[in-house]
C-alpha cells in the first residue's frame, strides 16, 4: 500500500514538464493508440447500420486452398467446418507440404467424400508459400481464399470475407478477422487473445478505414486471380506481409472484413510464443527496413505516400519505442534510483492499464463477442508483458537481424528453399 500512496503523491506532485519527462514514451507511443482505438471503435458503431446485408452479388468461381504440414490433428476439422459455411459456391483444393504424418491419406480420403475436390502432394517440403502456389495452378476459381489448416470458421465468414469482392473491381484481397479459440487453456493464450482483439479486430478495422490495411494474414484471406497471378504468386519463403505489400504497390485496394471470423490456435507457452515473435519480428524488420526500405524515404523515385504512413507507423510506435525502452529504464534508475524508479514504472503501468481497459472494451464491442469479456482479469499481465517482455523481444529480434540476419536460417523456410541463389 505505501508504493501506492507513493505513486500517487508522485503524480500530484509533477509539473507539465516533469510529467512529459517522465512519462514521455508512454505519451507520444501508447497515447495515440488509444485515440486510434477510441476512433476505430466509434466508425465500427457509425458504419454498423451501413453493413452489406442481404444475399452476396454475383461472385466468380472461388476456390478455398489449404497447404499444410504435418496436419492431421487438424485438417479434416477444417474441411468440415468449411463446409457448414452459409456460402457454398466453392471448391478446395489441399496441397500437402511434405508431411509425415497422415496428413495425405485423410486428404484422400476427404476427397472420396466430394468434400474436397483436388488434391496434390510434394514429396520434399517446400514451405507454405510454394504449397500455396501449387493450389492456386490447380484451382479453378477467380478468387482464392486462403486458410491454415489448423483454423475453424464461424458459419458466414467466408460470405463475409467475400462481399467486399463482390463490387469493387479494384478491391484485390480481403483480409478476415482472426480470434483466438484456444484462449482458455493457459495465461500465455490469454495475453494472446487480448493481443488479436486489439492489433487486429480494433487495429485492422482502423486501418482499413483509412486504406492503410498492410498486411493480410495467412490464416485468412482472399485474393483475385488475376491479381495473384499478376505477382507471380507468393515469392519462394515469402511472407503474408511481404504478398501484401506487393499487391499494394501494383494498385490494389485492401479491405479488411471484421465480421468474417476465423478461430486459430497459439502457442500455449511463453517459450513457444517467443520463438514464433522472433520469426515474425525478423521478418517484420527484413520487410520493412532492407527490402522496402525506399518507401521510408521522400526522394526516393519509388516513394508513395499511401505506403509511407504504415511504413513510419512502424518505424515511430514500434520499432523506435522498442530500441528506446531500455535506455529510458536506464535513465529512470539512474535518475531516481530504485525506490524512485520502480514507484515511476508502477505509475506509468497503472497508466497504461487504464489504456488497455479502454482498448480491450471496445476490441470485444466491434468484434461483437462478450464472451471475451471473460478474459478481462488479463488484461494487467496483457499490458506488463508487452510492456516488459514483448518490447525487450523485439529489440532482441531486430538486434540479431541486423546484425546478424538470423531470418536466413530460419528452419520455418525448409533449407533447400533457403539455399537457393536468389532467395532474400
Not at 296 to 307: D, H, I, K, L
Not at 364 to 386: A, K, S
Request: net charge neutral; glycine share 8%.
Amino acid at each position: 500500500m505505501e508504493l501506492f500512496d507513493n505513486v500517487w503523491r508522485l503524480l500530484g506532485s509533477l509539473s507539465g514538464w516533469s510529467f512529459f519527462a517522465m512519462f514521455g514514451m508512454v505519451l507520444l507511443t501508447d497515447a495515440p493508440r488509444f485515440f486510434i482505438g477510441i476512433q476505430a471503435t466509434a466508425a465500427a458503431f457509425i458504419l454498423r447500420d451501413h453493413r452489406p446485408y442481404g444475399p452476396l452479388p454475383p461472385l466468380p468461381p472461388v476456390s478455398i486452398l489449404l497447404a499444410g504440414h504435418n496436419e492431421e490433428d487438424a485438417i479434416e476439422k477444417c474441411v468440415r467446418s468449411l463446409r457448414k459455411q452459409s456460402f457454398h459456391g466453392f471448391e478446395i483444393v489441399c496441397v500437402d507440404d511434405g508431411s509425415s504424418d497422415r496428413t495425405f491419406s485423410i486428404m484422400r480420403s476427404l476427397q472420396s467424400e466430394g468434400l474436397v475436390q483436388s488434391i496434390a502432394r510434394l514429396q520434399l517440403r517446400g514451405g507454405k508459400a510454394a504449397a500455396l502456389n501449387l493450389a492456386a495452378r490447380m484451382a479453378h476459381g477467380e478468387i482464392f481464399v486462403v486458410t491454415d489448416c489448423d483454423c475453424s470458421f464461424e458459419p458466414n465468414a467466408i460470405e463475409e470475407l467475400l462481399r467486399p469482392l463482390g463490387g469493387n473491381a479494384s478491391v484485390g484481397a480481403v483480409s478476415g478477422n482472426i480470434l483466438v479459440r484456444n484462449w482458455r487453456r493457459s495465461v500465455t493464450t490469454a495475453i494472446q487473445a487480448i493481443e488479436y482483439l486489439i492489433s487486429i479486430s480494433l487495429g485492422k478495422t482502423y486501418s482499413g478505414a483509412l486504406d492503410q490495411v498492410s498486411c493480410i494474414s495467412g490464416a485468412f484471406g482472399a485474393f483475385r486471380r488475376s491479381a495473384w497471378i499478376a505477382q507471380g504468386g507468393m515469392d519462394t519463403g515469402g511472407e503474408d506481409f511481404d504478398f501484401t505489400i506487393r499487391l499494394r504497390l501494383a494498385g490494389y485496394k485492401i479491405e479488411f472484413a471484421r465480421h468474417a471470423i476465423c478461430y486459430t490456435d497459439v502457442p500455449e507457452s511463453p517459450f513457444a510464443l517467443l520463438r514464433q515473435r522472433s520469426r515474425w519480428e525478423r521478418d517484420a524488420y527484413w520487410i520493412r527496413f532492407r527490402k522496402y526500405r525506399r518507401l521510408f524515404n521522400p526522394f526516393e523515385q519509388s516513394f508513395r505516400w499511401r505506403e509511407a504512413a504504415h511504413q513510419w507507423d512502424f518505424l515511430l510506435f514500434t520499432a523506435l519505442p522498442a530500441l528506446a525502452f531500455p535506455f529510458y529504464l536506464g535513465w529512470l534508475f539512474a535518475t531516481f534510483g530504485v525506490n524512485g524508479a520502480t514507484t515511476l514504472l508502477v505509475a506509468v503501468s497503472i497508466a497504461l492499464f487504464g489504456f488497455d481497459l479502454a482498448c480491450f472494451v471496445a476490441a470485444t464491442l466491434v468484434t461483437g463477442r462478450p464472451e471475451y469479456l471473460h478474459l478481462l482479469p488479463f488484461v494487467p499481465i496483457y499490458g506488463l508483458f508487452q510492456i516488459y517482455v514483448m518490447k525487450l523481444h523485439r529489440l532482441y529480434a531486430y538486434a540479431t537481424e541486423a546484425v546478424a540476419s538470423l531470418s536466413l536460417t530460419d528452419n520455418y523456410v525448409p533449407k533447400k528453399v533457403r539455399d537457393l541463389n536468389d532467395w532474400r
